[in-house]
């Protein structure tokens, strides 16, 4: 089956330290990869997604994604996190299944950014 | 600016009634989605439409309902068969499902749904 996994339920990370939150994936073909963040009782907002042959991804706000196909990868980082990145992100995968190219999310990660 | 339209922001529900939640999009797009988020969890979808007067059920489509008689606009009907509809619904568009391609779906801000 075409999945996404985000094994982290909460990452924790100081104020000005660099972040990375984890994504994998397990899909056949070339892979459709995003990222996305959600403030609280909002939707989700688009960071970037990956664009192929370059394995290094720059999004939004500063965050930017290492695509690596080897480990089926694709982890969100930033270098130096601000409290205000402080939120729920969504990694997403769209393979190809029963002749559509669906959106299958991960079950999400829980930023917390302590000033 | 083009966008995903969701009303109302906040909703709530009596016992035995049917509720319809409004999504409307001016992005052109083909397909849309309901999917229905609980506190602290991930997403689950409920409906997708590929085209117009044409939808397909999702992971819990069981307790709710949907039309598409627009391209612009997606409706979700929350019956009262639908025991826990305490919930966060989103609904998201995006180009065909029946091309490849690296565009994204597009959000919007939500409606919260609760019991009264």
């Known amino acids: 089956a075409q999945s996404v996994a985000q094994p982290e339920d909460q990452v924790n990370v100081a104020e000005g330290n660099p972040l990375t939150v984890k994504c994998t994936y397990s899909?056949?073909?070339?892979?459709?990869l995003f990222w996305y963040v959600q403030y609280p009782n909002r939707g989700l907002q688009f960071l970037l997604k990956?664009?192929?042959?370059?394995?290094l991804v720059k999004g939004s706000y500063g965050f930017e994604a290492e695509f690596n196909k080897s480990q089926t990868s694709f982890h969100l980082k930033k270098p130096s996190a601000l409290v205000s990145d402080s939120a729920l992100y969504f990694c997403?995968?769209?393979?190809?299944?029963?002749?559509?190219?669906?959106?299958?999310f991960g079950t999400g990660t829980r930023l917390k950014v302590l000033a | 600016d083009g966008g995903i339209t969701q009303s109302p922001k906040y909703l709530f529900r009596k016992e035995g009634q049917n509720v319809t939640l409004s999504c409307e999009q001016n992005?052109?797009?083909?397909?849309m989605y309901w999917y229905r988020q609980d506190p602290g969890q991930g997403l689950r979808l409920i409906y997708y439409?590929?085209?117009?007067?044409?939808?397909q059920k999702g992971d819990i489509a069981e307790g709710y309902s949907v039309s598409r008689e627009k391209k612009e606009s997606f409706p979700l009907t929350v019956t009262s068969a639908q025991k826990n509809p305490t919930a966060f619904y989103l609904c998201a568009s995006s180009i065909a499902l029946d091309r490849p391609s690296n565009q994204p779906q597009h959000f919007g801000d939500g409606t919260r749904l609760s019991i009264l």
């Open positions: 899909v056949s073909g070339n892979p459709y």
């Open positions: 997403a995968v769209r393979p190809f299944t029963s002749g559509t190219y669906k959106y299958i």
């Open positions: 439409s590929q085209i117009v007067n044409d939808f």
């Open positions: 992005l052109n797009h083909d397909a």
């Open positions: 990956y664009i192929t042959g370059d394995n």
